[in-house]
């Protein structure tokens, strides 16, 4: 098992940006076919974005596409998510996790994104 670390949630206005970091201190863990996740108050989990090596390709939720793009640092230990044009409806607690369902890490304790005027 890895320990995964969310960081760099926060309150912003409708409209502005964050940058969400996950890393996994003390592992000696590469963020390979990793994604990013959210979980709306009073809703499931879901997936938000995320790399699978299947193709290399980033995926996007269809509600972020344009305004969210996950990456890593070059030594892949480091896993971001940049967030601009944020909407209300992007309110969440943000994890991340292993891009495939049947693959996941326990669970970090996310970082609290909060979109509002």
């Known amino acids: 098992q890895v320990n995964l670390v969310e960081s760099g949630g926060g309150l912003v206005q409708p409209g502005g940006s964050l940058r969400l970091s996950c890393a996994a201190p003390?592992?000696?863990?590469?963020?390979?076919?990793m994604a990013w996740y959210r979980q709306a108050p009073g809703k499931e989990r879901e997936l938000v974005a995320g790399?699978?090596?299947?193709?290399?390709?980033?995926k996007y939720l269809d509600s972020v596409k344009g305004r969210f793009t996950i990456s890593t640092d070059n030594d892949k230990m480091t896993m971001f998510l940049q967030m601009d044009s944020l909407k209300v409806e992007d309110t969440g607690v943000y994890y991340c996790?292993?891009?495939?369902?049947?693959?996941?890490?326990?669970w970090g304790q996310g970082t609290q994104v909060t979109v509002s005027s």
């Open positions: 996790n292993h891009v495939r369902p049947n693959r996941l890490y326990s």
């Open positions: 003390g592992d000696d863990f590469r963020f390979n076919n």
């Open positions: 790399i699978d090596s299947v193709d290399d390709i980033p």
